[in-house]
Each structure stands twice: as C-alpha cells, then as structure tokens.
C-alpha cells in the first residue's frame, strides 16, 4: 500500500470503530482507578477505546508506529506511517452526556517528531451525531457517520473544503490559574465575542471551525506548559486548523514547529481564526 492508501484506511479503520466506541460507553462510564502518563485519572472507556482502536490501526500495512495518550511507550508494528491518538478526548463528560472525540495524527517521522511531519489529521466528535473533520492533502472536510446494517458504515460529505473565515466565538480553558496577562486577554476578547467551552477540545475546535473564532488552553500559573498534549492532542488539530486556513500557536508561533523533547509533553495550545492569534502572540 502507498502513503496515501495507508492513510486512506486509517481514516476508514477509524470511522469504522466510531459507531462501536459511541455505543459502548454506556458501562465503561467509571474511573478504573489508575493514572495515564500524563498522571490523569482513567475512565474503563479511554483504556477500552484505546486497545480498540490499537488493535485496529496497527493491523493496518504501512503503519510503523502508533503511540496514544493512554500508553507511556511506542508501539512498534512493522514499517510506514506513525499514527498517534488521544483515544476519547473529554472522557470527564461522559457522566454529563456532553461531548467527547477520538483524535489522530498521522505522521511521516519516527515519533517523536515535530507537527510538521503530519501528512494527515482527524478527529471524531461523539454527540448528536457521529461526525469526522480530515484534514488531508491541505483541504478540511467533514462527515457524518452513519451506522449500516452489518457492522457497516456510510460517511456522507457534509463540509468541503471548510475554513475559518468568521470570529464569533471564544472558548479558553484553565481559567482558574491564568497569568494576569492571559486575564487581561481574555477580558478583551469576552467583550467582543460569544463565550463557548464544553471541557472537551474535539467539541471546543469543532464550534471554531464552525462558528469560527478561537480556542486556547494557556500556560497556568501552576503548570507553565498548559494541560494540553503536543503530540496527541496539539499537532493534530493545528493541523486541522492550519489547513482550514486558520492560525495555531504555543503563544510564540506555529505548534506543529515546536520542538518534541518527550512522547507526552504538554504545550500552551492557542488555535483558531488567524487575526485572533496574531492579538494574542501580540499581547501575552
Ligand atoms: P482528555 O480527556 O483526553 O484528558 O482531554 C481533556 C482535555 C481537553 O479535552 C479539554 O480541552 C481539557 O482537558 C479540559 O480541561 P479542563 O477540565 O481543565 O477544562
Ligand atoms: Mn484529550
Ligand atoms: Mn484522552
């Protein structure tokens, strides 16, 4: 299989799965009592999505690497492509029934490796509907998926070619601990524009790329690189975001340009509509 036929059966292995991970969260809603990584507490659903989605891409010819929030180490699973996932994105809203995602980053590198070595990038939004948003070859589309008789799916084409052209709204996380030029930023921006946060990335980016605006977990005066994950979580959806004609930062420029020193590090992550990144790299 080539590069593109690889990536092609990641993104349907995926879409696939999607319909089998919104269904089976119902029993797996508990925390299990052990830590991820990156010292999170895990719920049964992210260790249950995580080896379903495990077992299906490293099966996949072409794929030579997966790493995921959930696991400390690389897997190895033959040659080609890296694939790196946050398994259930927002897994704390399952109890409250609000969103969740699954997100990948596909990358052409030996991971860990920069953003820049992204050939593609999706991710899943679990809610009303089961949607995806792939960025592939420089175009965003997104889908809705639909479950098929036997085990099988349907992806309609519901948005070609999407891109960030509006600023409506905003949604920024870890308000508890901001710096006080972040809170001098925010109190610009909240006086402009319409305040929406779920507390899951996947539904706080998908209202971006829709409403168009920006999102941002910044650095905390307790914990300087933010909550967010570079390689999982960050690369990812700047990707997305970067190839719908929208802006990413780490506060300073690009994230897919940041530097990668270890699997599950954390980074200040701003996306969104190019002029508000821009006043924020100006003002913080
Ligand atoms: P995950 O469930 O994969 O750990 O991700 C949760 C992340 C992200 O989805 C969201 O933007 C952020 O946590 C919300 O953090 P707060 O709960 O601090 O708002
Ligand atoms: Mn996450
Ligand atoms: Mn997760």
Not at 128 to 148: F, H, K, Q
Not at 247 to 272: N, Y
Request: proline letters at 4%; one cysteine or more.
């Amino acid at each position: 299989m080539d590069k593109e036929e690889t990536v092609d059966e990641v993104v349907r292995s995926v879409a696939e799965t999607a319909p089998h991970i919104s269904s089976g969260l119902m029993h797996r809603r508990e925390y299990v009592g052990e830590q991820n990584p990156s010292d999170e507490e895990v719920r049964e659903a992210d260790v249950w999505a995580n080896e379903l989605l495990k077992e299906q891409i490293t099966s996949i010819e072409g794929v030579g690497q997966f790493a995921s929030e959930e696991e400390k180490i690389i897997t190895d699973c033959g040659e080609g492509l890296a694939v790196a996932i946050d398994p259930l994105d927002g897994s704390s809203n399952i109890p409250t029934n609000n969103l969740i995602g699954t997100i990948v980053g596909i990358y052409d590198g030996e991971l860990p490796c920069k953003g820049e070595n992204l050939v593609a990038a999706f991710y899943v939004v679990y809610g009303p509907l089961t949607t995806m948003m792939v960025a592939l070859n420089g175009d965003v589309n997104e889908y809705v998926i639909e479950e098929r008789p036997g085990d099988d799916i349907e992806m309609y084409l519901v948005g070609e070619d999407l891109e960030i052209e509006d600023d409506r709204i905003y949604g920024f996380g870890g308000n508890k601990n901001w710096t006080e030029e972040f809170r001098e930023f925010e109190s610009e921006i909240a006086e402009d524009y319409k305040l929406r946060y779920s507390g899951a990335l996947v539904g706080d980016v998908n209202q971006v790329m829709h409403h168009g605006g920006m999102f941002a977990y910044p650095e905390r005066t307790d914990a300087s690189n933010g909550k967010l994950r570079l390689l999982f979580e960050c690369n990812p959806v700047s990707y997305i975001v970067e190839s719908a004609s929208g802006a990413s930062s780490d506060g300073a420029g690009s994230i897919l340009k940041v530097e990668v020193e270890e699997l599950h590090q954390r980074v200040p992550f701003f996306a969104g509509h190019t002029d508000m990144i821009r006043k924020m790299e100006n003002s913080l």
